[in-house]
């Protein structure tokens, strides 16, 4: 059990577009989801946390405007990174967890590898 | 501050044994974890600790101190696809995750 999901595995993209990224707990209610990037060789860097329904939290220096963070449902949250730049390309991983029992293992999805040309 | 220390590096030989330690500072204290992340790869989930003590699992074994914020990571009988990172991460009292940098671990034949 506890299997996350990632969509797209990986995506091209040119400078100046948006991607969206898709992160699913397929068996689990996910309570919390969070957002990471990682660079090569770097380790997790985290995001921002939201919870279903309600705004996301960003860690400082993550710019709110430019990562749009959409947790809609207990099964999906969703990442947009507008108007893509080069400097953007990196790992971007989810995880979620449910937050029950005694439990708060992170659930990791398979990450998005975005390259910005 | 919050603060995650681990190793970069660590080189073992197949079939030994490796010690990967971690220290931890953060605001409370929630549990420690340990991921293993191959190159390329999402993290997975190896433990989790809260209370003291060692935690044993297959060929894995984890480790902790919570009054000295220290904990560790056994590996036994080593494989070449022990190869990886292994990130260490603290539970702070908001139960956020605090990271480290992750130590690559390097399996000799």
């Known amino acids: 059990g506890a299997v996350v999901s990632q969509h797209p595995s990986w995506v091209i993209c040119k400078s100046g577009t948006s991607v969206k990224i898709e992160c699913r707990s397929l068996?689990?209610?996910?309570?919390?989801m969070f957002w990471y990037r990682q660079f090569p060789k770097q380790s997790l860097m985290l995001m921002a946390t939201?919870?279903?329904?309600?705004?996301?939290?960003?860690e400082q220096g993550v710019e709110k405007d430019k990562f749009l963070i959409n947790h809609a449902s207990l099964t999906l949250s969703t990442l947009t990174v507008t108007s893509a730049h080069p400097e953007d390309s990196s790992f971007y991983i989810c995880?979620?967890?449910?937050?029950?029992?005694?439990?708060?293992?992170?659930?990791f999805g398979p990450g998005t590898r975005l390259t910005v040309t | 501050g919050q603060n995650i220390d681990q190793p970069t590096e660590m080189t073992a030989t197949e079939g030994a044994i490796v010690q990967i330690n971690c220290t931890y500072q953060?605001?409370?204290?929630?549990?420690l974890f340990w991921y293993q992340q191959h190159a390329g790869e999402a993290p997975t989930f190896l433990s989790y600790?809260?209370l003291d003590g060692l935690e044993e699992k297959g060929r894995f074994s984890s480790f902790l101190s919570r009054s000295k914020g220290y904990s560790y990571l056994l590996l036994k009988e080593l494989q070449m696809k022990d190869s990886a990172s292994y990130l260490c991460?603290?539970?702070?009292?908001?139960?956020?995750?605090?990271w480290g940098a992750g130590t690559k671990l390097i399996i000799k034949p």
């Open positions: 995880s979620a967890r449910g937050g029950t029992g005694d439990s708060y293992e992170q659930y």
């Open positions: 991460a603290a539970m702070d009292s908001n139960y956020q995750l605090i």
């Open positions: 939201s919870n279903e329904g309600s705004k996301a939290t960003y």
């Open positions: 600790n809260v």
């Open positions: 953060t605001s409370g204290f929630n549990g």
């Open positions: 068996d689990f209610q996910a309570t919390t």
